[in-house]
């Protein structure tokens, strides 16, 4: 999937980060998202590269990368840690400033990385999210429902890590065959009784695939690194989510601390975010320049659903 590009791990803020690198130019960073890995990236990085230096990590506590050991106040996975892991990653390639783009987790990442290192990060993108504090304070019966996910993981260990455990492929494939990616998922006979099918065959509930939406490799490679100890991990990552995450997310609106770079916001027009907020607004709320954007014809998955038209946006706004 990554012809041309570098696969190594890399230590960064006390532990060691898994990804691939390659391309000439600016350097890129790109941030992916749950329950995914950097492999997002296959289908818009070769052509990114012509351009761009790209990196492209898995985050802590996905993919390859460490997942180290929690505390009770969730710290090792908040937003802050994981924007000194790519802050201290970009400086290993010697990278002092450079752009970010960051979907779902990733893109939580990157505004945590832009307020808390606004000399490092040139320009920012965020795919399919809203701000943090605005989705929970936004939160209404209707999107709780669409992203139970939110209100389900941040459970107090082990409950969400046990329940996940008991079927973890019916789980991922159930979570990545929604969220307006409507055409992720193709009618399949029903496959009772036989273990559920990897790969692009993926069985979804009620006799539905993973498919033609996501590269079979891609999909293995989510599939192969959704295992117990990424799951305790990414429940971390959405535990500090709801709460070191908030705290810090308000102290910098009580301080007036927004990102100063420029930023664009895109977001799939069948997804959730462009059902129940409105990305352009709450991003202009927490940035000092113009916030640029629209919404994509994609679900959640932009990336991996509309890679062309992505291409086209992040040409266009990084080489601005």
Same mark, same amino acid.
Not at 273 to 291: G, N, S
């Given at each position: 999937?990554?012809?041309?590009?570098?696969?190594?791990?890399?230590?960064?803020?006390?532990?060691?980060?898994n990804l691939r690198h390659?391309?000439?130019?600016?350097?890129?960073?790109?941030?992916?998202?749950?329950?995914?890995?950097?492999?997002?990236?296959?289908?818009?990085?070769?052509?990114?590269?012509?351009?761009?230096?790209?990196?492209?990590?898995?985050?802590?506590?996905?993919?390859?990368?460490?997942?180290?050991?929690?505390?009770?106040?969730?710290?090792?996975?908040?937003?802050?840690?994981?924007?000194?892991?790519?802050?201290?990653?970009?400086?290993?390639?010697?990278?002092?400033?450079?752009?970010?783009?960051?979907?779902?987790?990733?893109?939580?990442?990157?505004?945590?990385?832009?307020?808390?290192?606004?000399?490092?990060?040139?320009?920012?993108?965020?795919?399919?999210?809203?701000?943090?504090?605005?989705?929970?304070?936004g939160t209404t019966m209707?999107?709780?429902?669409?992203?139970?996910?939110?209100?389900?993981?941040?459970?107090?260990?082990?409950?969400?890590?046990?329940?996940?455990?008991?079927?973890?492929?019916?789980?991922?494939?159930?979570?990545?065959?929604?969220?307006?990616?409507?055409?992720?998922?193709?009618?399949?006979?029903?496959?009772?009784?036989?273990?559920?099918?990897?790969?692009?065959?993926?069985?979804? &509930?009620? /006799?539905?695939?993973? $498919?033609?939406?996501?590269?079979?490799?891609?999909? +293995? *490679?989510?599939?192969?690194? @959704?295992? %117990?100890?990424?799951?305790?991990?990414?429940?971390?990552?959405?535990?500090?989510?709801?709460?070191?995450?908030?705290e810090h997310d308000r102290?910098?609106?009580?301080?007036?601390?927004?990102?100063?770079?420029?930023?664009?916001?895109?977001?799939?027009?069948?997804?959730?975010?462009?059902?129940?907020?409105?990305?352009?607004?709450?991003?202009?709320?927490?940035?000092?320049?113009?916030?640029?954007?629209?919404?994509? &014809?994609? /679900?959640?998955?932009? $990336?991996?659903?509309?890679?062309?038209?992505?291409? +086209? *946006?992040?040409?266009?706004? @990084?080489? %601005?």
């Amino acid at each position: 999937m990554f012809a041309g590009f570098r696969q190594e791990r890399r230590r960064a803020n006390g532990i060691t980060i898994n990804l691939r690198h390659g391309g000439s130019g600016p350097p890129l960073l790109l941030l992916h998202g749950f329950p995914q890995t950097h492999a997002i990236w296959h289908k818009v990085a070769p052509q990114l590269a012509e351009k761009f230096t790209l990196v492209m990590p898995d985050l802590r506590g996905y993919g390859d990368s460490d997942k180290p050991d929690s505390s009770a106040d969730h710290a090792p996975y908040s937003k802050r840690t994981m924007a000194r892991d790519a802050a201290e990653l970009m400086r290993s390639f010697g990278f002092e400033r450079f752009l970010v783009a960051g979907h779902d987790r990733g893109g939580r990442v990157a505004h945590r990385l832009a307020v808390d290192h606004p000399r490092a990060v040139e320009r920012l993108m965020v795919l399919d999210i809203s701000p943090t504090l605005t989705m929970y304070e936004g939160t209404t019966m209707q999107f709780a429902a669409a992203y139970y996910h939110w209100f389900f993981l941040i459970q107090p260990e082990p409950l969400p890590e046990r329940l996940i455990a008991a079927d973890p492929l019916f789980y991922l494939h159930r979570k990545i065959g929604a969220w307006g990616s409507a055409h992720a998922m193709s009618e399949a006979p029903s496959q009772a009784n036989r273990e559920p099918p990897r790969g692009a065959a993926a069985e979804q &509930p009620g /006799g539905q695939q993973c $498919a033609p939406l996501f590269d079979p490799r891609a999909l +293995a *490679e989510y599939e192969r690194c @959704f295992t %117990a100890p990424a799951v305790h991990a990414m429940c971390e990552d959405y535990r500090a989510a709801a709460s070191i995450d908030l705290e810090h997310d308000r102290a910098d609106l009580l301080a007036s601390r927004l990102v100063e770079c420029p930023v664009s916001a895109l977001w799939g027009k069948r997804g959730v975010v462009d059902k129940f907020f409105t990305p352009l607004a709450d991003w202009q709320e927490r940035t000092r320049q113009v916030v640029t954007g629209r919404a994509m &014809p994609s /679900g959640h998955y932009i $990336a991996e659903e509309v890679p062309e038209l992505l291409n +086209a *946006e992040m040409q266009a706004f @990084f080489a %601005a």
